[in-house]
C-alpha cells in the first residue's frame, strides 16, 4: 500500500505596490493651504474675508438705494412679505414702504411711521435703480435687488437724515477697509525693514533704533490720535483729511511690528547659511533680502491679518468721535456716530447695524490670522 504525499508548490505572488505618496514634492504654498484647509474657523475667516472685499468692490451694485438719497427720517427696516394686507399668499415677494403719520411720538416728538399697505412694492432681482459706475469705470443701474419699480427700499432702516442703512454700510467698507489695508501695508513695509536692519548689523546701531523705537512705543496713542487729529482745519478737503489720518496711524503703528521682526532677524543671522553668504563675500542687502526676508515672511503674513481688525477697531473708534473720516465720504465709524445717545439706541436700535459689520470683520480677519499661524509654524 503506497501512500502518495502531495507537495504544495507556493504561487509566487506580485509584490503590493506601495502607496504613492500623495504630498510628494509639494510647494511650501501647497503645504500650507493643506493645512490651512484642516481649520475649519480659518477656511470660515478665509471665505468670510474674501466677501468682504467683494462687498467692498461692489457695493454699488449690492446697494438697493443711492446712499446719499434722503428721506423719512429714522425709517424702521421694511420687512420681506409673501402676504398682501389682507393676508392672502402673493409671489413675487413685496414690501411696504414706510409713510408718516400725523401722530408724533410722546418720547421723542417725532412723527410716527408706519408701513404704507395700499403702495406695495413688488421685489425682485437685478432691478434697474440709481445709475453708478461698476468699479469705477462701467456706467450701469442695475442692482443685485430691490423694488422693480426703482423706488426705495430700505431693508435696514434708515438714519436720522432718511439716507438708507444698508447701502451706507456696504459704502462704507470700502472707506474702512481701504484705511486698515493701507495702513497695514505702510506699517508691514516700514516695521519689517527696519527690524530686519537692526536685527542684523546689531551693536551700536540696534541699541540707537531700539531707544527710538522705544520712544514710539510709549506714546499715548488716544491722546495723540486726538491731538494731531484736531490740527486738521475743519475747512480741508476730505482726502487732505483721510491721508492725515492714515499718516496718523502708520506713524503710531510700525513700532511693534519692527521689534517682533528683530527678534527673528536676531535668531536669523546666526544661522550657518547666513554666516556662510557673508564668508563668500555677499552684500548686506543680498543677505538682508535673500535669505533672511523669506524666513521672516510666515510671521510678517501673520502679523498682517491678526492687525487689520486692529486698524478697522480703532477706525471705527475714531470715526465715532470724529477725528477719522468727514463727510461726504462714508465709513462704518462715522455712521456709529447716531448712536452718540441712548435715546436714539432705544428708539432707534437699527442704526446699530455697522457694528455687526464691524465684528464680523474683526472675526473673519482673526480667525484667518490663527488658521494661518497654525498652518504656517512647522512644529
Known amino acids: ?56 468692490l461692489f457695493a454699488d451694485f449690492l446697494s438697493p438705494v443711492d446712499p446719499k438719497a434722503t428721506g423719512v427720517g429714522f425709517a ?14 402673493v409671489f413675487p415677494p413685496r414690501s411696504y414702504p414706510v409713510r408718516e403719520t400725523e ?53 435696514l432702516g434708515t438714519d436720522k437724515f432718511g439716507r438708507d442703512v444698508l447701502s451706507r454700510i456696504l459704502h462704507g467698507s470700502r472707506i474702512s ?29 540696534d541699541a540707537w533704533v531700539q531707544r527710538f523705537v522705544e520712544l514710539v512705543l510709549a506714546f ?10 484736531s490740527l486738521i482745519p475743519v475747512t480741508a478737503p476730505t482726502s487732505v483729511f483721510l491721508a492725515f489720518v492714515i499718516i496718523v496711524m502708520s506713524a503710531l503703528g510700525w513700532a511693534q511690528m519692527s521689534r517682533e521682526v528683530r527678534g527673528k532677524t536676531l535668531a536669523l ?30 510671521h510678517v503674513i501673520v502679523a498682517v491679518t491678526l492687525s487689520i ?21 462714508i465709513s462704518w465709524g462715522l455712521m456709529l456716530q447716531d448712536t452718540a445717545n441712548y435715546s436714539a439706541i432705544g428708539s432707534y436700535p437699527w442704526i446699530l447695524s455697522p457694528v455687526a459689520f464691524v465684528l464680523v470683520t474683526v472675526f473673519a480677519f482673526n480667525a484667518l490670522g490663527d488658521g494661518l499661524r497654525d498652518a504656517i509654524d512647522p512644529y
Open 103 to 155: 401722530e408724533l411720538d410722546p418720547i421723542t416728538f417725532q412723527p410716527v411711521v408706519g408701513p404704507d399697505y395700499d403702495n406695495p412694492q413688488i421685489l425682485g432681482f437685478f432691478v434697474k435703480g440709481a445709475p453708478y459706475r461698476l468699479l469705477g469705470l462701467i456706467p450701469a443701474e442695475r442692482h443685485l435687488f430691490g423694488a422693480v419699480d426703482g423706488t426705495a427700499v430700505h431693508f
Open 1 to 56: 500500500m503506497s501512500v502518495e504525499t502531495h507537495s504544495t508548490i507556493p504561487v509566487a505572488t506580485q509584490p503590493k505596490e506601495k502607496p504613492k505618496e500623495k504630498h510628494h514634492n509639494e510647494s511650501y504654498s501647497a503645504l500650507v493651504w493643506r493645512r490651512l484647509k484642516r481649520s475649519w474657523t480659518g477656511v470660515l475667516g478665509l471665505i468670510l474675508v474674501s466677501l468682504l472685499i467683494l462687498m467692498a
Open 177 to 205: 477697509l481701504m484705511i486698515a489695508l493701507v495702513v497695514v501695508f505702510i506699517v508691514t513695509v516700514v516695521g519689517t525693514t527696519v527690524g530686519m536692519v537692526s536685527g542684523y548689523f546689531g551693536g551700536r546701531f
Open 269 to 298: 543671522a546666526r544661522i550657518d547659511y547666513v554666516r556662510a553668504a557673508i564668508a563668500i563675500g555677499a552684500t548686506d542687502r543680498r543677505i538682508i533680502f535673500q535669505h533672511i526676508f523669506p524666513n521672516v515672511m510666515s
Open 220 to 229: 499715548p496713542q488716544l491722546p495723540l490720535y486726538l491731538a494731531l487729529a
Open 309 to 329: 481688525p486692529q486698524v478697522v477697531l480703532l477706525e471705527s473708534f475714531l470715526g465715532f468721535l470724529g477725528f477719522a473720516v468727514k463727510p461726504p465720504l
Open 76 to 89: 424702521p427696516p421694511q420687512a420681506i412679505s409673501i402676504h398682501d394686507k389682507d393676508g392672502n399668499f
